[in-house]
C-alpha cells in the first residue's frame, strides 16, 4: 500500500509537465531587481580600461536601483572548453569546470567594488539577496547556472548550452524582473558578427519568435536563452548594451530603449 | 604551449577556441568528436521510485535491501532515490501559494534526502553510504571499497529551472537526474525500480488491461511516446543526443527476485534501447 499524501497533484503526471492543465499563476518575488550581466570576453578580459568606468556607472545608481551584477567567463573559459573538448570529456564536466572561471570574475568585480558595498555571493546564497539589499550592498555571483555535470549533451560539439547569458537570464525570470540588461562590447544585435563584417547590420529590436525564424549562424546571446524567452513568465525583455561606450549603461537602467532589445512576442 | 594575445584591447590565451563566438554553430561543430571519455563505464546505477516503492514502507523495502545486499560487491552499483509523494505535495502547496518555478525546483530535493537516510538506515550494515550528489570524484574510492553510494536523483537546477509557460512542474525531474548522472559518467546502463512491471501504453494504474511494452528501441518510443509516461519525458528528450548510455531498464521492485534478475543481465520488465539490439 502507498501512504500518499492527498494533494492538488496527489495523481498528476508529473513525468510529463505538458500534458497538465494547470492555473498558475506565480508571483513575482523581486521585481524590482536589476539583474546585470558583466561579459566575459567582452569585458573582464580588457581590463581596467573597460572594466572601471562601468564599474563607476553602475555604483552611481545603486541608491537608485537594487543591482545584482553577474558575470561571465571569457578567455580562461574557453581555453577550458578548448582543452576539455581535445581530451574528449562529456559536455557535463566541461560545464563544470566552466563554472570556475566566472566565480573568479565575480570575485575580482567584488575586491573593486567592496568599498561601495559590493558582496561575493554563491548560488547557495541567492535567498539572502533581500538582505544585501536592504544593506545597500551590490551582490555579485556567477552568471553560471548551478548545472553543472547535469548539463545536458548537446546534438552537435561539447560546449555547454547554458552558460553565463542562460544563468543570468534565469536569474532575472525566478526573481520576477521584467528585463535582463547585458554588458557587452557591441552595441548589441547583429546579422552577422560585426567583429568579422564591420558592415553587418545592427538589429535595434526583434522579437524571439522572429529572431528564431532567421535562423542566424552567431548570434549576440546563448540561443538557449532565446527559446527560454518563450516560455518566460516574468522576463520578457533582454537588453543588450554597449559597455564600452559611456552611459549607455545608466540609460538602459533608466528605462530607455538602448542597444538591442529582445522581446518574447 | 599557451601564449597571451592583446591585439584587440581584449586579452586571450592562444586556444582553438580563442577570440570565437561559442554561439556559432561552425565553432561548437569544431568541438565534436565521435569519441567521448568514459569516466566510468563499468558502474551500474539503480533507480528506486519514491512513491511506487519508498512510499510503501517495509514492504516494499525490505526485500530490496535483502536484493541490494547480495548484489554487493558482484558489481559496482550506484543508487539514486526518489522523493514520492512528499514531492507532490510540496509541489501542489508551491503552485497554490504561486512560487516562481525555479522556486519549486529549489524546493523539491529535500523530500529526497530522507528517502536516501532511510535506505541507508537499512543497508549501512551491509556496507552503503549517503553520498553528496556531485561528489563523483571519490566513486573510485567507495566502489573499490565495495560501498554502495546512496544518492538523491534531481538534478540541481534550482532556482535556474528554465521556465515552461502555464506548468508549476519542472521539467527536469527525478529520472533525468539519474539519466544525466549515468551519461556523464559513461555508465551504459540503467535500472529504474518501480511498482508496475515497466513501460505500457498506457498508465496500468488508471486503466484496464493496457499493452505491456517488453522491448522496445529509443526511436521506436519517442516516435510514438504513450500519453502517460513511467519515466520522465525530458529523460528521453536527453538521451537522444547522448552518447553513452545503451540501455534503460524498469523492473517492479515489488516481485520478488526482479532486481536481482536485472542486475544479472536478465531482460525482465521493459527494456528499452538506444539502437536496435542484435
Given amino acids: 500500500m502507498r501512504r500518499t499524501i492527498e494533494s492538488s497533484l496527489s495523481d498528476a503526471l508529473i513525468t510529463d509537465p505538458t500534458r497538465g492543465h494547470y492555473d498558475y499563476s506565480p508571483v513575482a518575488m523581486m521585481p524590482d531587481v536589476k539583474v546585470i550581466k558583466i561579459g566575459g570576453q567582452s569585458i573582464l578580459d580588457r581590463g581596467r580600461k573597460a572594466v572601471f568606468p562601468i564599474l563607476d556607472e553602475l555604483v552611481a545608481v545603486k541608491e537608485k536601483y537594487p543591482l545584482l551584477l553577474c558575470t561571465g567567463g571569457g578567455t580562461r573559459a574557453r581555453h577550458i572548453y578548448a582543452v576539455a573538448s581535445d581530451l574528449e570529456l562529456p559536455t557535463g564536466v566541461l560545464a563544470a569546470l566552466g563554472g570556475y572561471v566566472p566565480r573568479q570574475n565575480a570575485r575580482m568585480v567584488q575586491m573593486l567594488l567592496a568599498k561601495h558595498g559590493g558582496v561575493y555571493i554563491m548560488n547557495d546564497d541567492f535567498e539572502k539577496l533581500p538582505l544585501y539589499f536592504r544593506l545597500g550592498c551590490i551582490p555579485v555571483m556567477t552568471g553560471m547556472p548551478p548545472f553543472g555535470y547535469w548539463e545536458k549533451t548537446s546534438e552537435n560539439g561539447r560546449i555547454p548550452a547554458n552558460r553565463t547569458d542562460a544563468g543570468v537570464f534565469l536569474t532575472a525570470e525566478v526573481l520576477g524582473a521584467k528585463r535582463a540588461l547585458f554588458i557587452k562590447d557591441e552595441d548589441g544585435l547583429y546579422e552577422r558578427d560585426p567583429k568579422k563584417d564591420p558592415n553587418a547590420k545592427f538589429i535595434a529590436r526583434i522579437s524571439a519568435p522572429e529572431l528564431i525564424a532567421r535562423d542566424l549562424d552567431d548570434v549576440v546571446i546563448e540561443r538557449v536563452v532565446i527559446q527560454y524567452l518563450l516560455h518566460a513568465r516574468f522576463c520578457h525583455e533582454l537588453q543588450i548594451v554597449n559597455g564600452l561606450k559611456p552611459g549607455q549603461i545608466t540609460r538602459a537602467l533608466a528605462g530607455e530603449d538602448v542597444g538591442t532589445i529582445i522581446t518574447k512576442s | ?278
Fill in chain 2, 1 to 278: 604551449m599557451s601564449t597571451l594575445v592583446q591585439s584587440d584591447g581584449r586579452t586571450h590565451i592562444t586556444s582553438s577556441l580563442m577570440r570565437e563566438s561559442l554561439v556559432d554553430r561552425r565553432v561548437i561543430a569544431k568541438t565534436h568528436s565521435e569519441r567521448e571519455v568514459q569516466i566510468m563505464p563499468d558502474v551500474l546505477l539503480i533507480g528506486i521510485g519514491g512513491q511506487s516503492i519508498f512510499d510503501r514502507g517495509k514492504e516494499a523495502l525490505l526485500p530490496l535491501v535483502d536484493e541490494l545486499a547480495k548484489a554487493r560487491g558482484t558489481q559496482k552499483l550506484v543508487i539514486g532515490v526518489g522523493g514520492g509523494t512528499r514531492v507532490r505535495h510540496t509541489v501542489s502547496v508551491a503552485y497554490d501559494l504561486g512560487l516562481p518555478l525555479g522556486g519549486i525546483a529549489q524546493l523539491v530535493g529535500a523530500m529526497e534526502e530522507a528517502n536516501a537516510v532511510f535506505l541507508n538506515a537499512l543497508l549501512a550494515k551491509h556496507g552503503s553510504m549517503v553520498m553528496p550528489r556531485e561528489h563523483f570524484w571519490e566513486l573510485p574510492l567507495y566502489l573499490e571499497s565495495k560501498m554502495i553510494p546512496i544518492t538523491i536523483s534531481i538534478p540541481p537546477y534550482h532556482f535556474w529551472e528554465p521556465p515552461a509557460g502555464d506548468s508549476p512542474l519542472p521539467v527536469h525531474g527525478s529520472d533525468f537526474g539519474l539519466f544525466q548522472y549515468a551519461e556523464v559518467l559513461g555508465m551504459k546502463r540503467i535500472i529504474f525500480v518501480k511498482d508496475e512491471d515497466g513501460l505500457y501504453e498506457k498508465d496500468p494504474k488508471r486503466h484496464d488491461n493496457p499493452k505491456f511494452i517488453a522491448k522496445i528501441t529509443l526511436k521506436e518510443l519517442l516516435a510514438n511516446m504513450p500519453e502517460e509516461l513511467i519515466l520522465d519525458r525530458m529523460l528521453f528528450q536527453a538521451w537522444e543526443h547522448s552518447r553513452h548510455v545503451t540501455e534503460v531498464q524498469i523492473v517492479n521492485g515489488l516481485k520478488p527476485g526482479m532486481l536481482t534478475a536485472a542486475l544479472a543481465g536478465e531482460r525482465v520488465g521493459t527494456v528499452i534501447t538506444k539502437t536496435k539490439e542484435s
